[in-house]
C-alpha cells in the first residue's frame, strides 16, 4: 500500500483529486491511503507518507519540504501543472507511483 501525500494552499484545493486518485486506484485493484493537507501541516504529515507532492502553486516550498522529508527517505514532486488544473487522477496517481518505483 502506498501512502501517497498531497498538499496545497489550504488543503481545500486537493480535495478533488484525492477523490479522483482514489477511484483510479481502486479501478486498478489497489488500496492506496491518499489524504491532502495544507500546507502548514505537511510537515507534520511526512513521516506517514511514502511521497509527497505539492500543488503547483506552492512551488516555491518544494526545496523546504524536500530538505524535511529527506529525514524519512521521501520524495517530494511538485504536482504537474496540466494534470492538478484537470483535476487527473490517474496522472496524477501515475506521478506519484513513478516516484516510487512502481513500489507497491
Known amino acids: 500500500m502506498k501512502k501517497i501525500l498531497l498538499a496545497c494552499s489550504s488543503g481545500m484545493s486537493t480535495s478533488l483529486l484525492v477523490g479522483k486518485m482514489k477511484a483510479y ?10 489524504w491532502a493537507v495544507s500546507q502548514d501541516q505537511a510537515k507534520s504529515e511526512l513521516a506517514r507518507a511514502d511521497v ?14 524536500q530538505k ?13 501543472m496540466r494534470a ?8 496524477v496517481y501515475e506521478q506519484a507511483a ?7
Open 25 to 34: 486506484a481502486k479501478s486498478i485493484g489497489e488500496e492506496d491511503e491518499i
Open 52 to 65: 509527497v507532492l505539492i500543488g503547483p502553486q506552492m512551488s516555491f516550498l518544494k526545496s523546504e519540504l
Open 68 to 80: 524535511e522529508a529527506d529525514k524519512y527517505g521521501i520524495p517530494v514532486e511538485v504536482i504537474d
Open 84 to 91: 492538478y488544473g484537470m483535476a487527473d487522477g490517474k496522472a
Open 98 to 104: 513513478s516516484l516510487l518505483g512502481g513500489r507497491k
